[in-house]
Nanobody
Framework: QVQVVESGGGLVQPGGSLELSCAASGSIFRFTDMGWYRQAPGKQRELVATITRGGSTNYADSVKGRFTISRDNAKNTVYLQMNSLKPEDTAVYYC?????????WGQGTQITVSS
């Protein structure tokens, strides 16, 4: 059974940095696309950043230049380095991975940007 586990959330001051990590496990098949999404209170879940197995990346305009997504294929792990955090980045961040065309989601981790 595929498991997706995020870690690294928390409270940070505006302008600060955090790194999220997400490890996928439980499949003998490759995990292809991996990515991060977020959902703020009262809003729909939105894409933050995605990365293919080959390393091609895609970012939401709101995080370009501040967030960096990376992955370690050997560990089936994806990372999100978040710099220059803003209060509007406050949300629950979810990791998603794809295996054999099926989406698998993590349970989410809370990021709160506040002074």
């Amino acid at each position: 059974q595929v498991q997706v586990v995020e870690s690294g959330g928390g409270l940070v001051q505006p302008g600060g940095s955090l790194e999220l990590s997400c490890a996928a496990s439980g499949s003998i098949f490759r995990f292809t696309d991996m990515g991060w999404y977020r959902q703020a209170p009262g809003k729909q879940r939105e894409l933050v950043a995605t990365i293919t197995r080959g390393g091609s990346t895609n970012y939401a305009d709101s995080v370009k230049g501040r967030f960096t997504i990376s992955r370690d294929n050997a560990k089936n792990t994806v990372y999100l380095q978040m710099n220059s955090l803003k209060p509007e980045d406050t949300a629950v961040y979810y990791c998603k991975t794809v295996c054999l065309g099926v989406d698998y989601w993590g349970q989410g981790t809370q990021i709160t940007v506040s002074s």
